[in-house]
């Protein structure tokens, strides 16, 4: 357990001043106590009110048990199967991509966070670093403890306290020890207007005057609703979604009647803020909602560095409005603060590394990926520049892998340095580690397959540029050897060991042997995800190439060549299973004939054993997984376990009816 913080605690039933020890903490004007148990101070005034979700008691009781002995991993698989709503909790566990957000708050060093959200961890454990004490409230007891046990397996856990509170009561801390509040979806839980103001009104008051609060709502006027009109039409019933759109416009509009509550419209949201004491109101929003969002966007408020690129259509100026937005974040401030935005101290510290200025400096796209990271498109005196910021360890070891092998790049494949991204910087702002590059133009070959209907054409081009990648730095002459095997193959393939028996890992591993142990594969700079969406194209040549991140000097090139095959494959045959598809290529059936051509010219121009085609197929997919589990996502994942077993059983029938075939060119 992390040493007790200094005493910003308040007695929850008459706000007296509270005396800590090591096990309790007791008010010194009502003599009540608060319990200190596993980690977790107990605020509860009445200890029967326990709001148990999205599991039972009983069942977080078991899973907090398990901390001492299970994995991680094991352990959040173990929750996923005990909810009835599985992905929704496995992007609220592990997607840190939702909080690209916090770039847009007023952060200074020292800062006090209050997180009121009342998740499990995932808020405290992404906001924790920026903040030199973390308050995290939950209203259940079981919960909490679930939310301490995790924070103390991370590097932030002597920063944060733990605390259980009911959702309905005065908050446990004193007056203004708050810098930042944070509630997700206060405004959509509230039905009532009076219970909206009341929880605002004590979040402004642990709120300090120069403090600011961040929530996380949903807005019914949004273009989803209104293509629901047009969906629900052409079925013949608009009723219910015209009634339900229309009233929501007329609180848009006659922003100034009373109504009975506050919910659904920037004009409500700013008056109910402004009624609770936060008189300045800005707006992100987020596309497609909240939980899964790909683009964050500013809204009305004081962003100088956005600059938006112009709607094309009626259509895309309804989406990129922010009153129509599906979802908002709302940055709520007593006063306007001089403290800069993360982002802008970042900018800053670009700005100066290029030698501009800042009103040369603007932001057109902040997409959030689901790797786990931020990346801003940002255009400084006329040259673009993407800024990626990691929102997590895996996504920072990846972002520290990319810029490097873009720095190795530039030395040791001087003769295409046009092809890649430039590093610019990389630095730390406040815990916020970000890297910044060049930006490479073009479309992406993917976009190119999709419009043609014909891989052929983008397929030869991609296909050509790996072997324009490692021209004259191929390692053709030697075969496959034991070390490198135990490297590019046993270590994938242990990742499986979880999804199949001892029998059956020695059957692959064995299939693997026959295949390529000894065989001649040449090694050299491999990618390691050299698919369409990474590889850019003008004018009938390929431009760019991105994403270094699992790339390795000494690898498989040809497994670059499965990648885009694959990639290319999957986008116009729509209709295969992703599975089959896969199986289907290393079985070289005859649908497939234009994809096993080019691959099988790839293996000719670069002396590959032919032979090693059916392996090499099923060997880039056990990477991949091996890859996808260090993400964290795979093995908790139900629809993702399924499809590994499905391939799995295919991969197994594939290295015993073909143990002995031959490749044929």
């Not at 939310?147 to 203004?176: H, M, N, W």
């Not at 010219?601 to 670069?606: E, F, G, I, M, S």
């Amino acid at each position: 357990m992390s040493s007790l913080p200094p005493n910003n605690y308040s007695c929850p039933s008459c706000g007296g001043n509270l005396e800590l020890s090591a096990t309790t903490s007791a008010c010194l004007k009502c003599q009540h106590s608060f319990p200190l148990t596993n980690g977790v101070i107990d605020f509860r005034v009445d200890p029967m009110k326990d709001h148990n979700y999205p599991l039972s008691r009983e069942d977080m009781e078991r899973l907090n048990r398990q901390f001492s002995s299970h994995s991680w991993k094991e352990i959040l698989g173990d929750f996923l199967e005990c909810t009835e709503d599985a992905p929704r909790w496995l992007d609220e566990l592990v997607d840190d991509g939702r909080y690209a957000w916090k770039i847009f708050l007023n952060l200074g060093s020292g800062m006090t966070l209050l997180n009121a959200s009342g998740n499990l961890g995932t808020t405290t454990a992404n906001l924790a670093p920026h903040f030199e004490r973390v308050y995290t409230l939950n209203p259940s007891y079981q919960n909490a403890v679930f939310t301490r046990k995790r924070l103390d397996l991370s590097s932030s856990k002597e920063s944060v306290s733990v605390l259980v509170a009911q959702e309905d009561g005065r908050l446990p801390l004193i007056s203004g020890c708050v810098d930042i509040a944070i509630f997700d979806g206060i405004l959509d839980g509230s039905s009532k207007g009076g219970e909206q103001l009341a929880v605002l009104q004590e979040l402004s008051r642990v709120t300090s005057q120069d403090g600011s609060l961040f929530i996380r709502c949903g807005n019914r006027l949004n273009y989803k609703q209104i293509d629901s009109i047009f969906s629900e039409a052409a079925e013949g019933n608009t009723s219910r979604s015209i009634t339900r759109t229309l009233a929501n416009l007329l609180r848009q509009v006659k922003n100034r009647i009373r109504t009975k509550n506050h919910r659904h419209t920037i004009y409500g949201y700013r008056k109910l803020l402004k009624s609770a004491g936060f008189h300045h109101v800005e707006f992100v929003t987020f596309h497609p909602d909240d939980n899964q969002s790909e683009e964050v966007r500013p809204g009305p408020g004081n962003f100088p560095l956005w600059t938006p690129l112009s709607a094309s259509g009626w259509k895309d100026r309804i989406k990129q409005s922010p009153w129509f937005a599906p979802s908002f974040g709302i940055i709520a401030q007593k006063r306007k603060l001089e403290i800069p935005r993360l982002e802008d101290s970042i900018s800053e510290k670009l700005v100066q590394k290029l030698g501009k200025r800042l009103d040369q400096f603007h932001t057109q796209h902040y997409l959030a990926s689901s790797k786990g990271k931020l990346i801003v498109k940002t255009v400084c005196d006329g040259d673009f520049i993407y800024v990626r910021l990691p929102l997590n360890e895996h996504a920072h070891s990846a972002e520290r892998q990319n810029h490097a092998r873009l720095e190795w790049l530039q030395s040791h494949r001087a003769d295409l340095s046009e092809f890649f991204p430039h590093p610019l910087l990389k630095g730390c702002e406040n815990g916020q580690h970000f890297f910044a590059e060049s930006a490479v133009l073009g479309t992406s070959i993917l976009n190119v397959v999709k419009a043609q209907r014909n891989a052929k054409e983008s397929l030869t081009m991609g296909l050509d540029f790996l072997v324009a990648l490692n021209y004259s730095h191929l390692d053709t002459g030697a075969s496959l050897k034991k070390n490198d095997f135990d490297r590019f193959v046993s270590t994938p393939l242990a990742s499986l060991s979880t999804f199949i028996s001892d029998l059956e890992m020695r059957s692959l591993e064995g299939f693997f042997q026959d295949r390529l142990l000894e065989r001649k594969i040449p090694r050299g700079l491999l990618h390691g995800d050299y698919s369409a969406q990474n590889i850019l194209t003008r004018d009938g040549r390929v431009t760019g190439l991105l994403d270094w991140e699992e790339s390795v000097t000494n690898g498989i090139p040809a497994l670059d060549a499965v990648c885009l095959t694959l990639s290319c494959l999957r986008r116009l045959e729509r209709n295969v299973e992703a599975s089959k598809s896969l199986v289907d290529l290393a079985r070289r059936k005859a649908y497939l004939g234009n994809y096993i051509e080019s691959i099988e010219a790839y293996y000719d121009r670069t002396d590959t054993d032919p032979e090693c085609h059916e392996a090499l197929v099923l060997l880039y997919w056990i990477s991949a997984i091996y890859h996808r589990v260090g993400l964290g996502r795979s093995l908790a994942n139900t629809s993702d376990e399924e499809f590994i077993k499905k391939v799995i059983a295919q991969v197994l029938d594939v290295s015993k009816s073909t143990s002995s075939r031959v490749f044929s060119s």
